[in-house]
């Protein structure tokens, strides 16, 4: 069955950015040829209204060799999507790992709430695991220190462009499993894991100057900045807090070592993460 998509929807979730960075540019590109595209954070959005677009996309990072839990429990509460045309990409920092079936994974859950899938995909970023860096391994990081680059851009353009030709001719898709040996401990497995290697995690009182960030992005509400204080049972180990708090107030240690975010790396290493052209700010 044919569609003519005129309300499409981009969702997307991150931490760092730069998933939301190609889920706006998907959003920018459907916009290029009229329809009338918006690009939302899925913390943010109503998913009662989801079956309200005619298109969808969604866009999440790798997260521990799976889709993030929370958007897992968010997209299997939305309605019933009646035929929609929906389809998927993920991100992943340096090689990455299992992403073909976590994106696999994501096109599936949307077709399980009744979505027509017309496509998946991957793409390639610096990666954003600050144990990563604050363990010493700097350089397996600043390998990738130049992605997102044009050419991911430009790859993240055609799938775009891809996605609606599939949605306006109705064609379905489908995709295989790729082997991946530790594919038993994706998810909760790898969670738990990383969780007995964190020590300390708290809001260090001093240093915080109150502006609630990280309760904000925290995408399970394990997290207090009135009360300044972590709730780590309820905590998933997305090191968003970590990652973007602007005082480097979040207190996490790592196998005994301090960890210090994403910002923080960028910093300390001149690292500009360059923005495509149909997004940037105008003066």
């Known amino acids: 069955?044919?569609?003519?998509?005129?309300?499409a929807l981009v969702i997307t979730y991150s931490q760092t950015g730069q998933t939301e960075i190609y889920g706006r540019l998907i959003a920018a590109a459907w916009k290029s040829t009229g329809v009338a595209a918006v690009h939302s954070d899925v913390r943010r959005f109503d998913m009662a209204?989801?079956?309200?677009?005619d298109l969808i996309m969604v866009g999440v990072p790798v997260f521990y060799w799976d889709i993030p839990s929370n958007v897992v429990d968010a997209l299997s509460a939305a309605p019933r999507l009646g035929g929609i045309p929906a389809a998927s990409f993920v991100t992943y920092g340096g090689d990455g790992g299992n992403q073909h079936n976590t994106a696999r994974r994501l096109l599936t859950l949307l077709w399980h709430r009744g979505g027509?899938?017309?496509g998946m995909e991957t793409f390639g970023a610096i990666s954003s695991f600050a144990p990563t860096w604050s363990m010493g391994n700097e350089q397996r990081v600043l390998t990738y220190r130049n992605?997102?680059?044009?050419?991911?851009?430009?790859?993240?353009?055609?799938y775009a462009a891809t996605v609606l030709e599939r949605a306006r001719g109705g064609t379905a898709v489908?995709?295989?499993?790729?082997?991946f040996a530790p594919d038993f401990l994706r998810g909760r497995p790898s969670v738990a894991i990383n969780k007995l290697m964190t020590g300390r995690h708290r809001i260090d009182t001093d240093a915080c100057t109150r502006c609630g960030l990280c309760e904000r992005n925290c995408p399970v509400r394990a997290i207090d900045s009135a009360a300044s204080t972590v709730d780590t049972k309820r905590c998933i180990s997305c090191l968003g807090c970590v990652n973007n708090c602007p005082a480097g107030a979040i207190d996490m240690t790592y196998l005994g070592k301090k960890v210090y975010g994403f910002a923080e790396f960028k910093k300390r290493h001149g690292i500009t993460v360059s923005l495509p052209v149909e997004i940037r700010r105008k003066p």
Not at 1 to 7: A, C, D, E, F, L
Not at 147 to 156: A, G, M, N, Q, S
């Open 1 to 7: 069955m044919k569609h003519n998509p005129q309300r």
């Open 49 to 53: 209204t989801l079956a309200s677009f």
């Open 116 to 118: 027509l899938p017309v």
């Open 147 to 158: 992605r997102p680059d044009e050419e991911t851009y430009d790859r993240v353009r055609k």
């Open 174 to 179: 489908s995709y295989r499993k790729e082997f």
